[in-house]
């Protein structure tokens, strides 16, 4: 095992994110690191591109900030509430500003794949008599090579940075997840560089002793982030349920502009970094979203062989 | 509290959208209204319907409904969790899904459906979440069900956007594309709004069927933008009964979210 990669997020985006970079913060709701999100706005990036499937309330709050002038996403809102109201005021009306290029969650998936595995594209059989490849001239129709019939492809996708919370990490960025799985694998092969947020920072041994569930190895991560409640108002499975009431909560500050700034201004731009949100989010907060009961996993036995 | 006697119009759609999934055996459910209709069927009329989650989950079993699809409870106690690539590639364009359930924005006469924008593409009057998993679930999955409100904009003779295919102009020219290009899918079947329930013709086009109680015909003809089908042999859906109230209510919906 190398030297250790463990860096303050502080310092993990002053390294790995730069102004201009496509950025993906990935995570299915589940596992969104907000934390990052929120230091990538202290830090004033500018002219980011950002890619996700849900651009959910973290890329409002990142482009509410002023960091990005495009993005790339498959579906656009707050799930279960509403519109993303900061993105909708820069994307509605004749002085839209943010660029938006838009595809199917399989499409991004699919490019996400097509990064990771080195491909020119990706076919899938989505995108037929749709209007989607109309507005989006990079979905293309290819006949198969095999003449039966035509499929759409889509280009790879690269970011230069993917951000990616996970359960835990060892210090060599062996990250392992459980629960929902969305597409960071994808994301984080297909990137230039890999930053993993973790909940826990874990011996190689607790990695070692279960294989199948490591999704990204240290060989391809950056900088090991340490963060306990860094996904907040994401979820983490097993540690911490999803936040809905702040996900209700922002739909009336995202309407207002000033209530948008005084929010980044007081949970953000006000804080240090991860543990003053912690601190000021409160434990009673906190303590309501702990799994109503524990629910382990049966234990496999992978068995030595010598 | 479970009066039958006493049930909102969403609590009539959703329990009417739960009764259609008798019989079948795989779901992918969709964000919203699909998501409480197919785990009432799941509770009521469909105990083994298998739920596949766009996030990833195939076999889910919800002990709550959860706000957003994505959440901790599809995959606690679930069959299989995997990326979405797996559920993508391999669940759904694989062919394994009976039914893809799906809300809308828009809907024409045809099943084809409008998630993405109002106006303008380019400037839109109202800019709506967009395909999400629609536009391949509405392709891959064997037959589609909707479930939406009826109103002048959403029942409209043209939608603005064409996010996820339904039977195209009419049945034969989507037939044929969709046998030319290997499609499992094939396309729109149910409609159920807070008025009645529609299926489809074949020539693709939808044809009420049912009339909820206390709906009429007038009231089908102000909320929609083309001249309705209607079928010689229109029935009235069956009211909520009290255990589908009492699901709705107490176990699914506490919060009123959706049925109110």
């Not at chain 1, 201009?20 to 589940?30: C, P, R, S, Y």
């Not at chain 1, 990005?68 to 009306?93: C, D, H, M, Q, Y």
């Not at chain 1, 006949?143 to 990616?164: F, H, N, R």
């Not at chain 2, 009764?19 to 699909?34: D, H, S």
Request: proline fraction near 7%; aromatic fraction near 8%.
């Amino acid at each position: 095992m190398g030297t250790s990669k463990v860096a303050s997020m502080h310092d993990a985006v002053a390294a790995l994110v730069r102004d201009g970079d496509t950025v993906a913060i990935e995570g299915f709701t589940h596992l969104i690191s907000f934390s990052a999100g929120h230091e990538i706005i202290r830090q004033g990036r500018h002219d980011l591109t950002l890619a996700r499937l849900t651009p959910d309330v973290i890329y409002d709050q990142m482009v509410a900030a002023g960091v990005a002038r495009k993005i790339i996403f498959s579906w656009l809102g707050n799930p279960g509430v509403g519109g993303l109201n900061a993105i909708r005021r820069v994307t509605e009306g004749p002085s839209a500003s943010l660029e938006l290029e838009e595809y199917s969650h399989f499409g991004m998936v699919a490019r996400y794949t097509a990064g990771a595995a080195n491909l020119p594209f990706f076919p899938i059989r989505s995108y037929f008599e749709t209007d989607l490849p109309v507005v989006n001239p990079l979905i293309r129709p290819i006949e198969s090579p095999y003449g039966d019939g035509t499929v759409y492809a889509v280009p790879p996708l690269k970011p230069d940075v993917t951000i990616v919370h996970a359960q835990r990490a060892d210090a060599n960025g062996d990250t392992q997840a459980w629960g929902l799985l969305g597409c960071q694998k994808e994301a984080a092969f297909a990137a230039e560089r890999v930053i993993v947020v973790v909940e826990e920072l874990v011996e190689e041994a607790v990695i070692r002793a279960d294989p199948n569930r490591t999704i990204i190895p240290g060989l391809i991560v950056d900088a090991v982030v340490v963060e306990p409640w860094g996904a907040h108002p994401s979820y983490v499975q097993g540690a911490y349920d999803r936040d809905n009431r702040f996900y209700i909560d922002w739909d009336p500050i995202s309407r207002d502009p000033a209530a948008t700034d005084a929010w980044l201004a007081e949970w953000v731009h006000g804080l240090g970094g991860r543990a003053d949100y912690v601190e000021k989010l409160g434990a009673e907060r906190l303590a309501g979203l702990r799994p109503s009961a524990p629910a382990p996993s049966g234990s496999v036995d992978y068995g030595e062989y010598r | 509290m479970t009066d039958p006697a006493a049930f909102t119009k969403s609590e009539m759609m959703i329990a009417a959208a739960a009764r259609e999934l008798a019989g079948q055996r795989v779901c992918f459910v969709g964000v919203g209204l699909p998501n409480i209709a197919v785990n009432l069927a799941k509770r009521t009329v469909a105990p083994d319907l298998e739920l596949v989650y766009e996030a990833g989950v195939f076999g889910a079993r919800p002990a709550r409904l959860p706000l957003s699809i994505g959440d901790p409870t599809i995959v606690s106690g679930a069959t299989a969790a995997m990326s979405m690539f797996e559920l993508f590639a391999f669940y759904l364009q694989g062919g394994l899904v009976d039914v893809g359930f799906l809300g809308a924005a828009q809907i024409d006469r045809f099943g084809n459906i409008n998630t993405t924008v109002i106006g303008d593409y380019a400037n839109p009057s109202t800019r709506l979440p967009g395909s999400g998993g629609a536009c391949e679930i509405a392709i891959n999955a064997r037959q589609i069900f909707v479930i939406m409100r009826q109103s002048k904009r959403s029942f409209v003779g043209k939608i603005d956007f064409r996010t996820s295919p339904g039977n195209l102009g009419g049945a034969a020219n989507a037939e044929r594309i969709r046998r030319e290009q290997g499609w499992l899918g094939r396309g729109p079947s149910v409609v159920v709004t807070d008025l009645g329930i529609y299926h489809f013709d074949d020539d693709g086009e939808m044809r009420l069927d049912s009339l909820h109680p206390g709906a009429t015909l007038e009231a089908v003809r102000d909320t929609i933008g083309w001249e309705p089908r209607i079928s010689p042999d229109l029935a009235v859906t069956p009211a909520p009964t009290g255990p589908e109230l009492e699901l709705m209510r107490v176990e699914l919906d506490p919060g009123g979210t959706y049925i109110r």
